[in-house]
C-alpha cells in the first residue's frame, strides 16, 4: 500500500529538523507519509532584516525591510495571514501571487520573489510566508496628506499618465485591480507610480452571451466604490477601476477622498449628489441591477461634477477628463486608452517628471503612518484646502512625524 | 487571464531539461524500471482525473493539478510525500488557482473516499482512504514551495483550440478536435508537460489525430507552421510510445505490485 508505511512501536523524539506543524500532527503520524526533506526554492525571509511596519494590506502586514547580503537594498514585504485554516493558504494570497508573476511593468509594482520563515519549534512548524516587493518611498494618500508636497499641474499629469498607463497594461492583461485607491498607489522618490495591493484583483473575461459573469461586488474600499457595485452589479468589468482613477485624480486637487460616505446608501447618495441621479435615461439597463429597487436613489439631481470640481481643478481638460471618468454608466466611462488620448495630457503644461520635486521630501509618506485625515473638504469648497497652505494651520503645516527612518 | 507564456515562470523555470529530470529521478530509479515509474503516474494521474470528475471540475483545473503533481516529483522523490496524499492536494490547490473556488475540506475527502473506494479497490483493496483535511492543508504548503510558488501553468487546450480554428479556414471537421482534445488529456500521462511548451504539444496532439482520421489534406498546413518539427516528432513519439504500452499493461493486475515497490519514508531513527 502506499499510504500505510510501517506502524511506529517505540514512541519517538519529534525531529526538529522536520518542518512540519505539531499543532495539527505528531510526528508519529506524519512519518507515515512524509519523508524529511530540504526546501530548495523558497528563501528563507532572514535574508531580509525588518526595518519598520509600514502599512496593512488586504490580506496581511506590510514592513519595510532590508537585505542582509551586501546590496542592502531596501523592499517591502508583506505577510500573508493565515485567518482562515479551513480554506488553507489564501486564496487572496494565491491570486496575489499569481496575478503579480504575470504582470511585468514600470507601473505595476514588482514581486521580487516569495520568502518564508524557517520553520521550527517556536512556530509550531509552520512557515509564515511574505511576498517580498521592490520598495517604495511613498503612497499618493500619504503625499496627498502631507500640505507641504505640492503638485504642479504638470507633475498631477504624469501621476495620472502613469496610473492610466498601469490600469491599461492590466486590464489588457485581463486583470481587474478591484482595489483602487490613493494609499494602494505607490510613488518612488524618482517619481514612478506603481499600482499596489493585487490582494483584491482578479482575472475577468467578457461575459459570453446568456451567460453573465457573478464576481463577487463587494470589492473596492466604500469611498471609491463605482455606482454599478453599489447597485450589485456581478457582471462588471475594467470601468470599476476606472472610477476609482477619476476619484483619485480629483482627490490630486481636493487632498481627501471626494466622496466619503459612512455606508453604502449614503455612498449612492453622494455620488448621485455630484454625478446626478441614476436614472434608464443617463444609465441604459440600470432599473435591471439587483439593488435598483431596493437602494434609495435621490431623483431629479443634476450633474455637478465640472461644476463643483472646477474650484479646484481649474484646469478645463482636466475638469473635462473628470466629468469623462465619472460617468455613472460604466459603459460611457472612459476605458484607460482613451484616456490617455484626452487633450488633457497633450495640452500645456505638458506631464512633467515628479523626481525634482519629490526630491525635497526626504522622508517617507505613507498614509499608514499619517496622522487621521480630516474629512470632508468638498463640502466647504470655499476655500481651498492642502492646495495652498495656509499659515493659520500650523498643525498641518508641520507635515508630520518622521517615522521610517 | 491571458498574459505571456515567455515571460511566465512556466517557460521560464518550469520547461526541464530530459537529462535533468532523468537524473534527478535516479533515486527513484533505482527502485523501479522507467516504464514502472511511468506506470505508476499514469495511475495517480488518473486519480486526478476521476477525483477532478467527481468533483465536477473543469479539464483546465484538472490538466493544472495534474501538472502540479508531475512538477512536485521532478524535484522530489515518491517517498518525499505519498502520492495519495499529494494527489487530492495538487487538486485542492488547482481549483483555488483557477478560480474554480474553493472545494469544501469534507467533500474533497468524502469524494477521496468514495474514488479509492469504488473506482480503485483494484490499487487499495479493502484499504480506505487514509488522510484528513488536515493532512491536506498540511501538505499544501510543501506543494507550494516545492513550486516555488509558480502556480500558472499554461496548457495545450487553449492554443489547440486557435489551431483548429485556423484549420476550419481550410477544412471543416469538426472530428479532428475532439480527437485532438483527448491526445491533450492522454499527453498528462507523459513527461511532455515537463519537458515541452503548450503550444508544441497542442500541434502534436493535432498531428496524431489528422493521422488517426487520415487526413492527408492537412499536410500543407502543417508544413507552412513555423515550428520545430523535430521537437514535435519527440512529443508525438512519446504519446504514442504511451499508447503502445498501454495495449499490452492491465493495470488491475500489475498496480498493487507497483504500488509496493514505490520508496517510502524511511522510519525516523530511534534515540
Redesign the interface.
Known amino acids: 500500500m502506499a499510504s500505510k508505511i510501517q506502524s511506529v512501536s517505540a514512541p519517538r523524539e519529534p525531529a526538529p529538523v522536520m518542518s512540519t506543524s505539531s499543532t495539527i500532527l505528531n510526528m508519529r503520524e506524519k512519518e507515515k507519509y512524509i519523508e524529511d526533506f530540504e526546501f530548495p526554492f523558497c528563501d528563507e525571509s532572514s535574508k531580509y532584516e525588518k526595518v519598520a511596519k509600514i502599512g496593512q494590506g488586504t490580506f496581511g502586514e506590510v514592513f519595510k525591510a532590508r537585505a542582509r547580503n551586501s546590496s542592502k537594498k531596501f523592499v517591502a514585504m508583506k505577510k500573508v495571514l493565515m485567518d482562515n485554516e479551513k480554506e488553507g493558504f489564501p486564496i487572496t494570497a494565491l491570486r496575489e501571487i499569481k496575478i503579480l508573476q504575470l504582470l511585468k511593468h514600470e507601473n505595476v509594482v514588482n514581486l521580487i520573489e516569495i520568502c518564508r520563515t524557517k520553520a521550527t519549534l517556536h512556530n509550531k512548524y509552520r512557515s509564515t510566508f511574505y511576498l517580498v516587493f521592490d520598495f517604495c518611498e511613498h503612497d499618493l494618500a500619504g503625499l496627498l496628506s502631507n500640505v507641504n508636497v505640492k503638485f504642479s499641474l504638470g507633475e498631477i499629469k504624469r501621476v495620472m499618465q502613469q496610473l492610466l498607463n498601469g490600469l491599461y497594461y492590466i486590464h489588457s492583461n485581463k486583470i481587474l485591480h478591484r482595489d483602487m485607491k490613493a494609499a494602494n498607489v505607490l510613488i518612488t522618490k524618482n517619481g514612478v507610480l506603481k499600482l499596489a495591493d493585487f490582494g483584491l484583483a482578479r482575472a475577468f473575461s467578457v461575459a459570453k452571451s446568456g451567460q453573465a459573469n457573478k464576481y463577487t461586488n463587494r470589492v473596492v474600499t466604500l469611498w471609491y466604490r463605482p455606482p454599478e457595485l453599489l447597485l450589485g452589479d456581478r457582471n462588471y468589468g475594467p470601468p470599476v477601476d476606472m472610477w476609482g482613477a477619476g476619484c483619485i485624480m480629483a482627490e490630486m486637487w481636493t487632498r481627501s477622498p471626494i466622496m466619503q460616505g459612512p455606508t453604502e446608501q449614503q455612498q449612492l447618495i453622494l455620488i448621485s449628489q455630484l454625478c446626478g441621479s441614476c436614472t434608464p435615461d443617463v444609465w441604459p439597463g440600470v432599473e435591471s441591477l439587483d439593488l435598483y429597487n431596493k437602494m434609495e436613489l435621490p431623483k431629479g439631481q443634476k450633474r455637478k461634477v465640472k461644476e463643483r470640481l472646477k474650484p479646484y481643478v481649474k484646469d478645463p481638460y482636466g475638469c473635462d477628463l473628470l466629468d469623462k471618468l465619472l460617468q455613472l454608466d460604466p459603459a460611457k466611462r472612459y476605458d484607460a486608452d482613451t484616456a490617455l488620448n484626452h487633450d488633457f495630457f497633450w495640452t500645456d503644461p505638458m506631464p512633467c517628471d515628479l523626481a525634482s520635486m519629490l526630491a525635497q521630501h526626504t522622508q517617507s509618506m505613507f498614509e499608514y503612518l499619517a496622522p487621521p485625515r480630516r474629512p470632508g473638504h468638498l463640502r466647504h469648497h470655499h476655500h481651498v484646502p492642502g492646495v495652498q497652505p495656509k499659515p493659520a494651520q500650523p498643525t498641518q503645516d508641520s507635515g508630520y512625524q518622521d517615522r521610517v527612518f | 487571464?491571458?498574459?505571456n507564456f515567455w515571460?511566465?515562470?512556466h517557460h521560464q523555470q518550469w520547461i526541464l531539461d530530459k537529462q535533468d529530470l532523468f537524473r534527478d529521478r535516479q533515486h527513484d530509479l533505482a527502485k523501479l524500471t522507467e516504464e514502472e515509474y511511468q506506470k505508476v503516474f499514469n495511475f495517480f494521474a488518473s486519480i486526478i482525473q476521476v477525483l477532478g470528475e467527481q468533483l465536477k471540475l473543469r479539464q483546465q483545473v484538472i490538466a493544472t493539478a495534474t501538472v502540479y503533481f508531475k512538477r512536485f516529483y521532478a524535484?522530489?522523490?515518491l517517498?518525499?510525500?505519498?502520492?495519495?496524499?499529494l494527489a487530492p492536494t495538487c487538486v485542492?490547490?488547482a481549483s483555488?488557482?483557477e478560480?474554480f473556488g474553493?472545494i469544501s475540506?469534507s467533500r474533497l475527502i468524502t469524494t477521496c473516499q468514495t474514488v479509492i473506494k469504488n473506482k480503485f479497490s483494484y490499487a487499495?483493496?479493502q484499504?480506505e482512504f487514509?488522510?484528513r483535511?488536515?493532512?491536506?492543508?498540511?501538505?499544501?504548503?510543501?506543494l507550494?514551495?516545492?513550486?516555488?510558488?509558480?502556480?500558472?501553468v499554461y496548457q495545450p487546450y487553449r492554443p489547440l483550440l486557435l489551431f483548429v480554428q485556423d484549420i476550419h479556414t481550410q477544412i471543416q471537421d469538426d472530428q479532428i478536435l475532439t480527437y485532438a482534445w483527448r491526445i491533450v488529456n492522454d499527453s498528462l500521462r507523459t513527461d511532455v508537460s515537463l519537458l515541452y511548451p503548450p503550444y508544441q504539444i497542442a500541434i502534436s496532439a493535432l498531428h496524431i489525430a489528422c493521422v488517426m482520421l487520415g487526413k492527408e489534406n492537412l499536410k500543407p498546413w502543417f508544413a507552412e507552421l513555423n515550428v520545430d518539427m523535430d521537437k514535435i516528432q519527440e512529443i508525438v513519439r512519446t504519446i504514442i510510445n504511451l499508447y503502445e504500452m498501454w495495449k499490452s499493461y492491465d493495470e488491475k493486475k500489475e498496480i498493487q505490485g507497483l504500488?509496493?515497490k514505490?520508496p517510502?519514508?524511511?522510519?525516523?531513527p530511534?534515540?
Open positions: 487571464m491571458a498574459g515571460q511566465s515562470s524535484r522530489n522523490s517517498k518525499c510525500i505519498d502520492p495519495l496524499l485542492f490547490l483555488k488557482v478560480e474553493v475540506n487499495y483493496g484499504q487514509p488522510y483535511t488536515n493532512h491536506i492543508l498540511e501538505c499544501e504548503f510543501y507550494l514551495e516545492n513550486l516555488d510558488c509558480c502556480l500558472i504500488l509496493g514505490i517510502k519514508p524511511s522510519p525516523a530511534q534515540r
